[in-house]
Nanobody
Framework: QVHLVESGGGLVQTGGSLRLSCAIS????????MDWYRQAPGKQRELVAT???????NYADSVKGRFTISRDNAEKTVYLQMISLKPEDTAVYYC??????????WGQGTLVTVSS
């Protein structure tokens, strides 16, 4: 069974930086992509960044050039480095994956608040 636990959220001023971590417990067998999603108050959850097992990455247009997703398979951790943060980045950030493309697994989320 796979579990995801996020950490690293907090309060930061506009222009600041944070690094989120997602610790993966359980086997990586059957896992390809790892994703970061976010959900702002009153808005739908949106995909922020994706990284494949081969480390191919994709980003939402709103975060390109500011966010970097990476993964350390040996450490079973996925990171989201965020720089030049804006108030509109305020959201709960969730780590996500799917096992064999079928069983979806979500973390509990970590809150990022960017003050203006």
């Amino acid at each position: 069974q796979v579990h995801l636990v996020e950490s690293g959220g907090g309060l930061v001023q506009t222009g600041g930086s944070l690094r989120l971590s997602c610790a993966i417990s359980g086997t990586l067998f059957g896992i390809n992509n790892m994703d970061w999603y976010r959900q702002a108050p009153g808005k739908q959850r949106e995909l922020v960044a994706t990284i494949s097992r081969g480390r191919n990455v994709n980003y939402a247009d709103s975060v390109k050039g500011r966010f970097t997703i990476s993964r350390d398979n040996a450490e079973k951790t996925v990171y989201l480095q965020m720089i030049s943060l804006k108030p509109e980045d305020t959201a709960v950030y969730y780590c996500h994956t799917s096992v064999f493309g079928r069983l979806e697994v979500w973390g509990q989320g970590t809150l990022v608040t960017v003050s203006s």
